[in-house]
Structures are given as C-alpha cells and as structure tokens.
C-alpha cells in the first residue's frame, strides 16, 4: 500500500507534466493572452502618469522647488526679518522668524545669509540654538 507522501510525489509530478505538456502544445499568442486575470484577454498595465503641471509664476506650492528669486525678492524679505528681529530684545531664532512671517522653510537661509554677510543682522549660538538679532 502506497503511502500519503508517495502518492502526492505522483499527483504533483503528473500534474507538473500535463501543465509543461499544455504550453508546449499552446502557441505564442495564446500565452501572451491569459497572462492576465481570468476573463481578461490581456496583461493590465499601471495607468500613464499624466504630464506634470505647467510651472505658474506665483510661488511654488508647499513642495517642489522654488521658484528663482531676483535680488528685489530677497531684499524684500530681508528687509521684514530685520524689522521683525529688532522688534524682540532677546533676537529670534530662525523657526520662530519663519513661522511670523509665514514662509517655506526653504525660503530662510538665503535670505539670512545675505543679512550676515550685509552685516544687518548678527547671530550667536550653532545649528538650531542660533538667534539672529538686527543691528
């Protein structure tokens, strides 16, 4: 008497025989079509990504890149983080100077940059402790 294991040794081998046994007998065109789900004639591909907005002249949305800022933009706004830091006694860090004048966290460095190298602003401290104060 066969055992449990021998017998499903031989179901699975026959098995495995008939399904090599069908493609080899199938043509091209017929294992390209059921390559899909049941019912359907063809693979489904994912969806074209649709182009990608054209870019508008106003400022970026809250991700991506920005858009490139003349002398006058950055002068603009460096003039706002000067009065807005000589306003507070104690200077403001730069978290704190974004969030009052509601710009993108990448808009600062440029802009604080050009106040230390102006001389119009100074700091003290490093990385996150820095506070700029307005001279």
Same mark, same amino acid.
């Given at each position: 008497?066969?055992? %449990?294991?021998?017998?499903?040794? =031989?179901?699975? @081998?026959?098995?495995?025989?008939? +399904? +090599?046994?069908?493609?080899? &007998?199938?043509?091209?065109?017929?294992?390209?079509?059921?390559?899909? /789900?049941?019912?359907? $004639? @063809?693979?489904?591909?994912?969806?074209?990504?649709?182009? =990608?907005? !054209?870019? !508008?002249?106003?400022?970026?949305?809250?991700?991506?890149?920005? *858009?490139?800022?003349?002398?006058?933009?950055?002068?603009?706004?460096?003039?706002?983080?000067? $009065?807005?830091?000589?306003? /507070?006694?104690?200077?403001?860090?730069?978290?704190?100077?974004?969030? @009052? %004048? &509601?710009?993108?966290?990448?808009? %600062?460095?440029?802009?604080? *940059?050009?106040?230390?190298? $102006?001389?119009?602003?100074? *700091? @003290?401290?490093? *990385?996150?402790?820095?506070?700029?104060? &307005? /001279?």
């Amino acid at each position: 008497m066969p055992t %449990l294991r021998s017998q499903l040794d =031989a179901l699975a @081998s026959s098995f495995a025989n008939a +399904v +090599v046994d069908a493609i080899r &007998g199938a043509s091209l065109q017929e294992l390209l079509a059921t390559g899909g /789900k049941r019912g359907e $004639s @063809s693979p489904r591909r994912a969806p074209a990504p649709s182009a =990608a907005p !054209a870019r !508008a002249a106003v400022k970026s949305t809250r991700t991506g890149r920005l *858009k490139r800022r003349s002398a006058e933009d950055i002068g603009k706004i460096l003039d706002d983080v000067v $009065s807005l830091v000589k306003s /507070k006694k104690d200077g403001m860090r730069a978290e704190e100077i974004r969030t @009052s %004048l &509601g710009l993108q966290s990448k808009e %600062l460095p440029r802009v604080l *940059k050009e106040g230390l190298s $102006s001389k119009r602003l100074r *700091k @003290s401290g490093q *990385k996150r402790a820095t506070v700029y104060f &307005g /001279k």
